[in-house]
């Protein structure tokens, strides 16, 4: 066989892959049985599936204390390799009490078997080590995250450092064996992929400059511009969307999935298109969360990753571009395979101008803030919310469509917060 064209995945390793198969997850689920359970989060849940299907090369387990502090730190592995974000497991005091380090567990959600564990490593995390990993992963260079105000803000309004907050005492270490991928193969069947699909689709399609298009709204003007910059000069773009948990008052899955399709129906060359999607929850880290979505999308074969404007961001937390000036500033390994290799796709605010007559970014167009359609998620979805018109060039009729008839149909509204980064107000 050729060798392949494709960038290696993440750590040097091949794609790690901790989900079982066949035989060996026959075994493992009858084992599974007679272990102690320990029920995981949404998140957890998420984490230990992007490890079964090697989402998460080079990871084969919970990150254990050397590890989980590193990471905050400096953005690496005890063993140097690169990891921007901890992966961690947590458990009550109780629990941890019946659970001996060498000792195998089951990890669970409700009534589904998630993986076994082998536990190496118990540590507890006081509430100051915690509140550290807040400021180091979470507190950025925005507004909410200035010195006086990130903890009076952070802990009502950031779901991020909610969620760390929120973890349980002491963390659990060590190696896992994945059982399941839950429910997303049958739920976004033809959308949700492990990185050995998505590389087998791309090495048929002859692809190796790829860009991936990070997504969790609905594919607006501005989404569908960055898409097609990376198109201009990628031999394919993937958009990829997450289909795990987002935040409440953000539009779900499977009606972004929808609005993706007829998107690239109408207004994209199918065949220099991939849609896919991912497991993971949303941690809402903006720089860091970039990082982190260059990785994984690096071990799902992708060399670009497209970093727009406030990537990953929520609030005001972090500034405009903090997602794309850190990766000039990552932690630098000897060992080539052990550092990121996908790089970033720096793009700057893109909206639609009337003078330009066309979609334009900051670099490009010279006009006034009035001549401009400023395009954002949140704004998007708080209009459609409200039930107010949307203004033309501010996405897609064939998409506002099924945006309106999902918001219509909603019993329950949440109300959307508006600030800086959504409203447009520093698009100067
Ligand atoms: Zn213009």
């Excluded at 959600?109 to 990993?133: P, Q």
């Excluded at 760390?164 to 059982?179: C, E, R």
Aim: charged share 30%.
């Amino acid at each position: 066989m050729a060798k392949s064209k494709l960038i290696a995945p993440h750590g040097g390793k091949g794609l790690v892959c901790c989900l079982l198969e066949g035989d060996k997850l026959k075994e493992e689920l009858k084992k599974a049985k007679t272990l102690k359970k320990v029920e995981v989060t949404a998140r957890e849940r998420g984490d230990l599936i992007m490890m079964g299907i090697g989402g998460f090369s080079p990871l084969k387990g919970f990150m254990g204390k050397k590890d989980w502090k590193n990471v905050c730190a400096k953005m690496q592995l005890d063993n140097g390799t690169f990891w921007p974000v901890p992966v961690t497991l947590s458990v009550s005091k109780e629990d941890a009490a019946g659970i001996k380090a060498g000792e195998e567990i089951a990890l669970v959600s409700g009534k589904e078997l998630i993986a076994t564990m082998k536990v190496t490593e118990k540590y507890a995390l006081t509430d100051k080590e915690r509140k550290w990993e807040c400021e180091k992963i979470y507190k950025g260079a925005g507004d909410d995250s200035a010195d006086d105000k990130f903890w009076e803000v952070a802990p009502k309004d950031h779901p991020g450092v909610q969620m760390v907050l929120g973890q349980k005492p002491v963390n659990l270490a060590g190696p896992v064996k994945v059982l399941t991928e839950g429910d997303f193969p049958v739920k976004y069947k033809g959308v949700y992929m492990r990185p050995a699909e998505s590389r087998k689709i791309f090495e048929e399609r002859g692809w190796s400059k790829i860009a991936a298009l990070q997504l969790r709204n609905p594919m607006h003007r501005s989404h569908e511009y960055l898409a097609k910059i990376a198109c201009e000069v990628c031999d394919g773009v993937f958009i990829h969307s997450l289909v795990g948990n987002l935040k409440p008052g953000d539009i779900p899955a499977e009606v972004r999935v929808k609005c993706i399709d007829t998107l690239i129906k109408h207004y994209f060359v199918e065949k220099n298109i991939l849609q896919g999607g991912y497991p993971l929850d949303m941690r809402y880290a903006g720089p860091r969360e970039g990082l982190l979505h260059a990785t994984f999308r690096q071990n799902y074969g992708v060399t670009h990753m497209i970093i727009g404007r406030d990537h990953a961001g929520v609030g005001d937390f972090y500034g405009m571009f903090e997602a794309q000036t850190i990766f000039d500033k990552m932690p630098v390994s000897k060992e080539p395979g052990k550092n990121l290799l996908c790089k970033p796709m720096k793009i700057d605010w893109t909206f639609y101008c009337f003078k330009c007559d066309g979609m334009a970014s900051l670099r490009t167009c010279p006009h006034a803030k009035e001549d401009r359609v400023i395009l954002s998620g949140t704004k998007l979805r708080k209009m459609l919310s409200d039930g107010s018109e949307i203004p033309d060039h501010f996405g897609r009729e064939e998409v506002l469509v099924l945006l309106r008839k999902y918001y219509q149909g909603l019993e329950h509204k949440v109300e959307i917060k508006m600030h800086g980064a959504a409203s447009g107000d520093k698009a100067k």
